[in-house]
């Protein structure tokens, strides 16, 4: 049987990737050690999460022994993790991680719906005025696997204003959500979030929303303080929620709230996705980029504003009554 080997690249945020790698390789050739780690850190989170995997080599079929917990993830007595508080070249602060399992893992490829992560213990609160070094000891290899990232800085909203109560859907001209840039920020997205309640006829009710999310755009700097901008048009709110919802019968909905969400990554997790993005090219083979030492995969960071309105009373009424979302059961909300 040939033996088969695969970069499992998998991340904490959402994000899993596959690099493709030869199927057929030398049965001779000395088989490497190579860690696959994904951290994304944000100050706003409380408890820090790292992905760490391990290159897997076997015989037989490669996709049946990625459905194994094992055969994707180290034994957890020959890692020790830290995650170092740095002031240039000084510690501030270290931080050892345990094991921790996650019980919700989409089904797919890889073992699901558990799967083991390393995480921060307790309230850790991270600042921008310093870097974090990530340092991960293979003591059955002896090898330390490193990598580092900066914070991004807090930005803010300019529109939707600051104290602004209600948001007009019913124009046809485009409006502008604006925001400054933010130190160390290079890729932003917009996600429009519309919080909504279903009414069951068993009295039971259910807070959902609908996310509705714009290109992503490119800052030309990593200062921060420049003006950044997208436009959206209103009427496309109610397509939106055409295409998201079903009718439910007996059910009444309320819109509670619509939030703007503007979230910022930092230059290496922009670089990563360019590099790693789906190409139109028949041409399949593309660079590799990673910013772990000894290893594979990603150490970056993110980033989020918001600001929350609801609709007003003509906007509500396009709700209700207008041809996109009047059959999916929305009622004015209780006041």
């Given at each position: 049987m040939i033996r088969k080997?695969?970069?499992?690249?998998?991340?904490?945020?959402?994000?899993?990737?596959?690099?493709?790698?030869d199927t057929d390789v030398d049965l001779n050739a000395e088989w490497q050690d190579i860690p696959v780690v994904y951290g994304i850190l944000n100050q706003q989170d409380e408890v820090h999460y790292i992905r760490i995997n391990r290159a897997f080599l076997g015989e037989g079929d490669a996709l049946q022994m990625a459905s194994h917990l094992d055969s994707i993830t180290y034994d957890p007595d020959i890692l020790e993790v830290r995650?170092?508080?740095?002031?240039?070249?000084?510690?501030?602060?270290?931080?050892?991680?345990?094991t921790a399992m996650i019980h919700n893992v989409d089904s797919g490829v890889f073992a699901y719906p558990e799967q083991m992560v390393y995480r921060t213990s307790g309230n850790v609160q991270l600042s921008t005025d310093y870097s974090y070094h990530l340092e991960i000891y293979n003591k059955d290899r002896q090898k330390y696997i490193e990598s580092e990232t900066e914070l991004i800085h807090n930005f803010s909203i300019k529109r939707p204003l600051a104290g602004q109560l209600f948001i007009n859907f019913t124009s046809v001209f485009p409006q502008e959500v604006i925001w400054n840039t933010a130190r160390n920020g290079r890729l932003y997205q917009l996600t429009v979030r519309s919080f909504y309640t279903n009414y069951h006829p068993d009295g039971s009710q259910e807070k959902k929303h609908v996310d509705w999310h714009f290109s992503r755009r490119e800052a030309s700097g990593l200062q921060g303080g420049s003006e950044m901008s997208t436009e959206l048009i209103g009427q496309q709110f109610y397509v939106i929620l055409e295409n998201s919802l079903e009718a439910l019968s007996g059910v009444d909905r309320t819109l509670d709230s619509?939030?703007?969400?503007?979230?910022?990554?930092?230059?290496?997790?922009?670089?990563?996705?360019?590099?790693?993005?789906?190409s139109g090219s028949i041409i399949q083979e593309r660079p590799e980029y990673t910013n772990i030492s000894n290893g594979i995969g990603l150490f970056a960071s993110r980033f989020s504003q918001?600001?929350?309105?609801?609709?007003?009373?003509?906007?509500?009424?396009?709700?209700?009554?207008?041809?996109h979302t009047r059959h999916l059961g929305f009622v004015k909300p209780i006041p």
């Open positions: 080997i695969i970069f499992l690249l998998t991340g904490v945020a959402g994000l899993i990737l596959i690099y493709g790698c995650l170092l508080e740095m002031n240039g070249s000084s510690v501030r602060r270290v931080f050892d991680l345990d619509v939030r703007f969400i503007v979230s910022v990554a930092n230059d290496e997790f922009n670089t990563y996705m360019k590099i790693n993005r789906p918001h600001r929350t309105v609801r609709l007003n009373p003509a906007s509500q009424d396009s709700l209700i009554n207008g041809q």
